[in-house]
Each structure stands twice: as C-alpha cells, then as structure tokens.
C-alpha cells in the first residue's frame, strides 16, 4: 500500500513491485500534486449544493478519492476499469466507499441507484481520458439525463476549449453546440502536464458541468443536425443541410426555415449561435421528417 499517493518514487516503486503496466490508451495518468485534486474535489458551482451521493470515474491510485470520501463517505462509489488498480482501491478503502470494477461507458446509473437506493440526482468526478472523453460526456448528459447534479472532469486543455468555445472561434464545433445543448459548462482552471506520471504530452483542465432542463425528444435530432453544420466547415450552412449524409432536408423547406430565421443565404455553420440552432432543431421537428 502506498503511504503517499502524491509521491513519484512511491508510485513508481508501487507500479514495479506489483507489475503493473499504464497504458496510453486508457489514459492513466496519476495526479502528483494534492492542492490540485483537493481543488478538483471542492469545485461547485455557486447555485448548487452537493448531493447525498457522488461517482467517481476512474479511481486510479486514489489521488482525488481521497479528498472525495471526506465530503461523502460511503455514499462514494468509484467505477475503475483496470483490474490491478480495482484490487487497490477495494483493499486501501476497504469498506469507506463503494468500488466497482467496469467500465463506465456500460455502467447505468440506473444500477447504482437500484442497488443504493438514491432517490436524489448525483455528483460525479472524473479525470477523463482524451480518447474516451466524447463517449463520456454523451454517457453523462444523454444516457444519464435527470440523474445528476453536477460534474466536475479534468480533460485535455484543447478539448475544454472545444466545449467552451462560442460561434466564430475555430474550436467552436458539433461537440460545442450538443454539449451546451444540455449543459452549462464552465472552465474552472488550468493544470501543468508536468505533475502528473507519466507525464502527458498536453496540459489539462478541469470543467464543471450543471444539466439543463431540456426537451430530450428533440435530442437525436440536434445531434445530427449539429453534425450536419459542422461536417464541412468550408461550405456554407445551407449546402452543408442540403448534402448532409445524416439527414434528408429539401432546399425549399431549407429556405423556409432560413427566411423564418432571418439567417443569410450565405451564412456559414461556425457562425451560427446555439440558440438559432436549437430554433433550427424545434422547426424540422414540428414541421418535418428529416432522419
């Protein structure tokens, strides 16, 4: 058992006596700096109170679990995909908290609450792997809808950008627009590659997220009509719905719902706020079939 989870040469030593190997493609980065992850575990948005209950994704070592469990105890419950780092954290927390061995992409909160019994909206937290993060965060605001308070991930700096980018910025994007559909999102703070192990290429940077109240009918259709903006960003929005290859739309439909909008003939996706593109979403849905 590691005494100092913050300490390289304890985790390194830790790593080798127990043959475990970090993986690039599940993003095991340990965090080495325990302000920082005391900071992660005390974020919150000012109009929130904590819930009851909390998840974690991706215990690790514990370098945020440990913060976490002195605001929930037991009503903590860290999903950890990799095997050698489940037996960890099961044996270092013994009975504080709740350790489930899965990966949380097939992980319904559904699940926890039955076996919990919750009857209020969650927290969770998590330093997210670059490569999972989209997954993630669609698991979280579409597949967990109406079942948490808010979340707080640490993502790669150029993906944080993605998300709070506004209409005109080059990283505004699809991403942008369905994630800020269904969530606030706010940029907490920055957080140096260097003290992490293994050192990442990039920084990062933690976010928190509120859910909005949303119509989730109109959900799958904003998401193809996000993508359908975004799919070629040098034509023009009305060229990119009429050769979308996630939805059928006729050019005169098209122009109605540009002249209902007062949107430019000519007007190109990267400009168009989130709001006119929920107006889009609502007009297709009442009025026509386009999936």
């Known amino acids: ?13 830790f790593l080798t006596e127990n043959s475990i190997k970090l993986t ?24 929130l109170e904590r819930s009851d209950h909390a998840i974690e994704i991706g215990g690790g070592l514990g370098s945020l679990t440990n913060h976490l469990v002195d605001i929930y105890g037991k009503k903590l419950t860290v999903v950890e995909y990799d095997k050698a780092l489940y037996n960890y954290l099961k044996e270092k927390y013994e009975n504080k908290i709740n350790v489930v061995h899965s990966d949380i992409l097939k992980f319904p909160l559904k699940n926890l ?20 993060t989209s ?63 293994p050192k990442p290429n990039v920084d990062s940077s933690v976010i ?3 859910p909005k109240n949303v119509d989730m009918s109109i ?24 050769n979308s290859p996630y939805i059928k739309i006729e050019a005169e439909k098209i122009d109605t719902i ?3 909008l007062s949107i ?17 979403v609502r007009i297709i849905e009442n009025k026509y079939d386009v999936i």
């Open 24 to 47: 690039k493609k599940r993003g095991q980065n340990f965090l080495l700096d325990k302000n920082i992850s005391f900071n992660i575990a005390n974020t919150i948005p000012n109009s």
């Open 208 to 210: 928190s997220l509120s």
């Open 264 to 280: 430019p003939a000519k007007e190109r996706g990267e400009n168009i706020p989130i709001s006119t593109i929920t107006d889009i």
């Open 113 to 132: 609450f039955d076996e919990q019994n919750i009857k209020t909206k969650i927290d969770v937290y998590g330093n997210i792997p670059y490569n999972i």
């Open 1 to 13: 058992m590691i005494s100092n989870i913050y300490s390289l040469r304890e985790i390194t030593s």
């Open 258 to 260: 540009f002249d209902t």
């Open 219 to 242: 959900v799958d259709t904003y998401k193809l009509i996000s993508k359908t903006i975004f799919h070629n960003r040098r034509k023009t929005l009305r060229n990119n719905l009429l």
């Open 135 to 197: 997954p993630i965060l669609e698991w979280l605001l579409y597949e967990s809808y109406n079942k948490w308070r808010f979340a707080v991930f640490m993502v790669q700096r150029d993906f944080a950008n993605r998300l709070i980018a506004k209409e005109g910025e080059n990283d505004y994007s699809a991403l942008t627009v369905f994630s800020n559909f269904l969530s606030d999102i706010k940029l907490e703070f920055h957080v140096s590659k260097s003290v992490f192990f």
